[in-house]
């Protein structure tokens, strides 16, 4: 009998090396990110929007996506420069990143708006009608080409803020007449986040006219490796249709048109 066990477990114990690499987890792909709901958080299913997008993206290519957050800066530094991460997101393209990054195919659209309070309303369809206006902004955050030249060349008074919930905070108390922020960040902060009561929600209203919508991207390190990543990701985003994916989330939670702000 033991005889006859014998040349079994041999067989058994080669088999081994075979089983536990077909058990073996996807390669991961990891990506620093700063924590901006609904696009990209822990806070809600599939990391957001776009971290629910790109994990759909790697799974199509038989990988996991993995995000790890930190403030902006430091996302910016570990994405663009740590070996660990082979990008950072999400982010709006501009002149200044093309010299960065490899920019993904889309991974969600924002729409930036000029918020103010409805006891002080402004009337602005261009952004030249906001010449001279103090104007909360987000330090690091890109508001358009546009938007961004006028404020280098002082046409425009920005004053930033380390994040959008401080600068709506400011905004209520009257620091200044108005701040821009994405539209759905604005809502997932009045609406989902638990931090603004109805009183003060009740205050604040906003403008999208002087703004175009724009995508947000991953970015892929500006080297050959970060470019064949950025290609394999592009061909196999190319399968999901991104304005239905972004309906259906915001669907999924509730951010679907239903609790939009008054303007």
């Given amino acids: 009998m033991p005889e006859r066990v014998r040349?079994?477990?041999?067989?058994?114990?080669?088999?081994?090396?075979?089983a536990s690499v077909f058990a073996e987890p996807a390669a991961s792909v990891r990506f620093a990110a700063e924590d901006w709901p609904p696009f990209i958080t822990p806070t809600l299913p599939g990391h957001g929007l776009s971290g629910t997008l790109v994990s759909a993206v790697y799974e199509k290519l038989g990988q996991s996506a993995q995000v790890e957050y930190f403030p902006w800066k430091r996302t910016m530094e570990f994405g663009l420069h740590h070996p660990r991460y082979a990008g950072f997101m999400a982010v709006w393209r501009t002149p200044e990143r093309e010299k960065l990054c490899h920019f993904s195919a889309p991974i969600g659209n924002t729409q930036t708006v000029l918020v103010f309070l409805k006891d002080a309303p402004l009337q602005a369809s261009s952004l030249a009608e906001l010449t001279g206006m103090r104007i909360g902004t987000v330090a690091g955050y890109s508001n358009g080409e546009q938007f961004d030249g006028m404020a280098r060349q002082g046409l425009l008074r920005v004053e930033e803020g380390v994040n959008d919930e401080i600068n709506l905070r400011k905004l209520l108390s009257k620091r200044f007449p108005a701040i821009v922020v994405e539209k759905h960040v604005l809502r997932h902060l009045l609406y989902n986040s638990g931090r603004f009561t109805k009183a003060e929600r009740e205050r604040i209203t906003f403008s999208e006219q002087a703004f175009k919508e724009r995508p947000v991207h991953i970015c892929f390190k500006r080297?050959?490796?970060?470019?064949?990543?950025?290609?394999?990701?592009?061909?196999?985003?190319?399968?999901?249709?991104?304005?239905?994916?972004?309906?259906?989330?915001?669907?999924?939670?509730?951010?679907?048109?239903?609790?939009?702000v008054e303007n």
Avoid: V
Avoid at 7 to 18: E, G, N, T, V
Avoid at 231 to 255: C, H, P, Q, S, T
């Fill in 7 to 18: 040349p079994l477990a041999l067989m058994l114990w080669l088999l081994l090396p075979c």
């Fill in 223 to 260: 080297t050959a490796e970060g470019l064949a990543q950025q290609k394999a990701y592009n061909d196999a985003a190319r399968e999901i249709d991104l304005a239905k994916f972004e309906r259906e989330y915001w669907r999924r939670i509730g951010m679907d048109g239903n609790q939009a």
